[in-house]
């Protein structure tokens, strides 16, 4: 076992320590340990391999998967560092509530079964059934509320929203696109319907006064995407609901010229993150969708209530 000094040196470096933090509170792979952290394997490979020939870690093979966890009877020194580390390291709360999130995934394996069962929906032919028509109808069946579409572009989505909604307010920082959705709104009579200028870090939406906000592709586009959410918790209504379709994290840096995208897409943790610290509760995050052609975009569906 390493002495004093030992642990003081391993532990200085922060990675290690963020990790043998982790260790202490649930056994975990690696794959598990670079999403709740945002950093590279090799980065927490190189970090692991120093801590087990310290004899802080040890491992574990299940099949393809290798558990690393705290090595059994460290020393008493140890727990006395770790215990002070959770009382002063800045990243200790936001690494907690990233671990309870991976740990969550972990045990949820019915997401995983619909995302294979909706795989199959379309493969086999049958007549007159698609993702379109099922989206018109599951559309149909909104209840009439008041909903703030936050990036709506040309509002595709906001005029069919319109269809069953109370009231929708469709914000775009586009005076074009917001002229254009303002002009097919009139021509196609849709009085419930309502484009307005603006920011979605700051929309120009009454505090308080819509029932569900909507990103729809467009919190990538936000120059802070924090400010965005936060923005969206105020014009909600208590009790409203905001929800993110959005990119997962991708290297694909191309969108950024092809697409004017500030940021390659978000991680189920960043956009949990962002939405507790909005104020956002009953946090869920998923992958909904990957396109079968490269770059094997994914679509990740983010949920929160007010």
Do not use: C
């Amino acid at each position: 076992m390493p002495s004093i000094i030992k642990l003081l040196r391993v532990l200085s470096d922060p990675t290690r320590l963020r990790l043998a933090l982790l260790l202490a509170e649930e056994e975990l792979t690696v794959a598990e340990m670079q999403e709740i952290l945002g950093m590279a394997q090799s980065r927490i490979s190189a970090s692991l391999g120093q801590l087990k020939r310290e004899g802080l870690a040890s491992d574990r093979r299940v099949g393809k998967n290798i558990f690393y966890s705290s090595k059994a009877g460290a020393p008493d020194a140890l727990e006395g560092l770790l215990a002070a580390a959770r009382e002063d390291l800045p990243e200790f709360s936001r690494d907690q509530a990233a671990l309870a999130l991976a740990l969550k995934k972990r045990k949820d394996r019915a997401g995983e079964y619909f995302n294979r069962l909706a795989g199959r929906f379309g493969k086999t032919y049958v007549p007159g059934r698609s993702w379109q028509a099922l989206a018109h109808a599951l559309l149909r069946l909104l209840p009439p509320m008041v909903i703030a579409d936050l990036g709506a572009g040309e509002g595709t989505l906001s005029q069919l929203l319109a269809r069953s909604a109370k009231r929708v307010i469709a914000v775009d920082n586009s005076e074009k696109m917001v002229e254009f959705g303002s002009g097919i709104a009139r021509e196609h009579g849709f009085k419930n319907l309502e484009y307005r200028f603006g920011e979605i870090e700051d929309p120009p939406i009454e505090t308080a006064s819509v029932d569900l906000a909507l990103f729809s592709q467009a919190l990538h586009h936000a120059s802070s995407p924090q400010r965005a959410v936060t923005a969206a918790h105020r014009i909600l209504k208590p009790g409203g609901r905001v929800v993110i379709l959005d990119l997962l994290s991708h290297t694909f840096d191309q969108t950024r010229e092809l697409y004017a995208h500030v940021w390659l897409g978000f991680s189920e943790v960043e956009l949990h993150r962002l939405l507790k610290k909005a104020g956002f509760t009953k946090v869920e995050t998923t992958i909904v969708s990957r396109e079968p052609v490269p770059p094997h975009f994914q679509t990740l569906l983010a949920t929160g209530v007010k």
